[in-house]
């Protein structure tokens, strides 16, 4: 993939979740950008930076939801919650792993975030989103 639409490949696509909606593609990367995509299109909606991760980190995004939050895997065992609209981290879910989130699931009509980490042990935490 590339933000300038060339052939030159600056990332890739690592993971991907489907919105609430089904409009829109997050798609997580191999570096610090996770993309919001319209579909059928595939214009790119949001550029969310800040993600802090390491050079090979493991890929994990899911959706609220309500469409309005995404949460993101990253270092130091944390949970990084974006807000779609701005474009901003609006909280860093921590503690919650000895060792870095391996992957992250969203239960819609639970309203729940459920994440497993390379630790070996799974945490639900509802309400992640006050």
């Known amino acids: 993939m590339s933000e300038a639409r060339d052939r030159h490949a600056s990332f890739s696509a690592m993971r991907f979740a489907l919105s609430p909606c089904s409009r829109y593609l997050l798609v997580a990367t191999d570096s610090p950008i996770l993309l919001v995509l319209r579909l059928p299109d595939w214009t790119v909606l949001r550029r969310l930076y800040g993600l802090d991760v390491e050079k090979f980190h493991n890929a994990s995004c899911a959706w609220h ?9 990253a270092s130091h065992a944390a949970v990084y919650v974006y807000h779609v609209g701005s474009a901003k981290v609006v909280k860093k879910l921590a503690g ?34 006050d």
């Open 65 to 73: 939801r309500d469409g309005s939050y995404i949460y993101a895997g």
């Open 96 to 129: 919650q792993h000895t060792v870095n989130v391996r992957d992250i699931s969203y239960d819609h009509s639970t309203n729940r975030l459920a994440t497993c980490g390379f630790d070996k042990t799974v945490k639900v935490l509802v309400e992640a989103v």
